[in-house]
């Protein structure tokens, strides 16, 4: 039974691990929060114990301790890397050694984790069931998690238009059937729709065989043309968001904004109950170059296994470049009200987004005309440090975009190659000094932080592409152990993961419903307190950046989930994959 501070449910374990586990020769280590006191037991040594028989497989000293700010913590750590034989254990810490490598007294423990090369299996097909089980207008009877719903949101296939354009008239039905409901809430959002799938289109591009035909159980049939095309699952899926994405694309190329209602469905409202009239609202560049950044991709990857769509994929990114081509202003409609009952996802610019859209086009091309267009218009994004991917900002995947195509030109491409690797030596310099290895500054723990951690991760492997090095491999799967536990607050930041994973996330399908769905990364710690609830908690408890969380419905600063807070996942598990694979 794990520990909780009395009527708070909070974890107290002294020791963190990742609550999912290690795979066998990559680097392991557990955080121990010590006590420093000199009334208090400061723990030197541990044991890793096999969970069935306590048998010791592995026992060492602790590392010396490490002041972590931003989680208020004094830490050692626990490295037990050389442990590399499957089953699962749990770390025990205390001071004296017996004859066998046991600690004489122990006074802390872990929950139990496993090693296996399949460790993160179950991680994955939970993470791309997550979206099948928030498909709009699906009707869903899933066996695995007991999510049994007719389809919602049909209403969708006759949606109406908040405005009028040239194409059409305000009040004009639309279909926008498909799709998946963003967040918490029912609205479909075309910038982190884009942006998620064009993450989950480049794990398989960087890592194909990690990506395989019924390894996630998804549960919905496929379509006759998916089946026969022997999609993998993760393609199946992403396949079914581009759709809904081209019903979003205007006739002169431009991409609408968001499908919504005009006011919030109450928390506990599931998909079927909610019948309100759904709008389409604004148009954005950004969003329509995030869109043809994601069809170019889609044109490459689909293209041995459905060349069909892939054709018409690369003909509507071809469609929305076009249009911004013709429209070189940033644009972003916006209509008095239309944030009624739907989050803005407002972006003012558009130059990081149109330079991705522009160089994936040139890598799925060939054509030098999107290479010239680079050097006319972004070239001073060239130069730019990476950043790690996020809906609002995606010029890093742009970068590698272009550095990838055999277009690129040669210098360009080598500087952007080394932008990368500096950026990596940066960052695992500051993974190495922080106690619970996470890629957050102190700045960093705001709205969705633990998607940023992630994100972080797949910037360093990506760099680890570029120039192979050990330190990229440990730091990027650090961030997959600090979302499943390895945390100052105790929590695994994904539902149903883990021990301690989030109980009571904001989610409208969960509360609606009374289903638990796994593989919903959720925001994590947020200094900002952007909430009642967690605002509370913060001037209560005066928490440290890293453990301003509460898993509380409440809370949707912190524990609310969206589509691209689980998209980092799948470039981290195909990294893990090869590395298990090693």
Known sequence: MSEFEPGSERPTEQVRVDQIGYLPEAPKQAVVAVETDRSAVDARRFAVRDSENG????????????????????????????????????????????????????????????????????????????????????????????????????????????????????????????????????????????????????AYEQYPSAFEVGQCDLPVEPSDDDRESGLPDLLAEAKFELEWLERMQREDGAVYHKVAAQEWPAIDEAPTEDDRDRFV????????????????????????????????????????????????????????????????????????????????????????????????????????????????????????????????????????????????????????????RCALDTEDYHWASTKLALSKGNLLVLANAIDPDERYVAGALDQLHYALGRTPTGYSYVTGQGTHPPRTPHDRLVEGTGTDVPGMVVGGANRSGDDERLAEFIERTDAPAAKCYVDATESYSANEWAIDYTAPIFLLHGHAATVADA
């Open 55 to 202: 048998a010791v497989a592995v026992a060492g000293v602790l590392s010396d301790p490490i002041d972590d700010s931003n989680a208020g913590d004094v830490v050692r750590r626990a490295d037990f890397s050389t442990l590399s034989e499957p089953g699962e254990y749990r770390i025990a810490v205390g001071r004296g050694e017996t004859a066998d490598g046991d600690l004489r007294e122990a006074t802390g423990e872990s929950v139990p984790f496993r090693v296996g090369a399949d460790v993160y299996d179950g991680v994955l097909a939970d993470s791309v069931r997550l979206y099948t089980l928030k498909r709009s207008n699906t009707a869903i009877d899933d066996p695995v998690t007991g999510l049994d719903v007719p389809a919602g949101h049909t209403q969708d296939a006759e949606a109406r238009m908040y405005f009028g354009d040239e194409f059409r008239d305000e009040g004009d039905s639309f279909d926008v059937s498909g799709g998946w409901y963003d967040a918490g809430d029912y609205g479909k959002y075309v910038p982190p729709a884009a942006v998620t799938v064009g993450q989950m289109l480049l």
């Open 281 to 436: 609202y604004g148009l954005s560049t950004f969003g329509t170059a995030q869109y043809a950044a994601t069809m170019a991709m889609a044109a490459r990857v689909y293209a041995d296994h459905a060349p069909a769509f892939a054709d018409r994929a690369l003909d509507d990114a071809r469609a929305a470049h076009d249009y911004l081509e013709s429209n070189p202003d940033p644009e972003f409609r916006f209509d008095e009200g239309q944030d009624d009952g739907s989050g803005p996802y407002r972006k003012e610019t558009d130059r990081e987004e149109r330079f991705w859209a522009t160089a994936e086009l040139l890598r799925t091309t060939g054509d030098t005309r999107y290479a010239d267009s680079l050097e006319v218009r972004f070239v001073d994004l060239f130069d730019a440090a990476p950043r790690a991917p996020v809906w609002d900002d995606t010029l890093s995947l742009g970068q590698w975009a272009y550095l990838s195509a055999d277009a690129a030109d040669d210098a360009r491409a080598d500087r952007l190659e080394s932008a990368f690797v500096d950026y990596a030596d940066d960052l695992v310099t500051d993974i190495e000094t922080d106690g619970y």
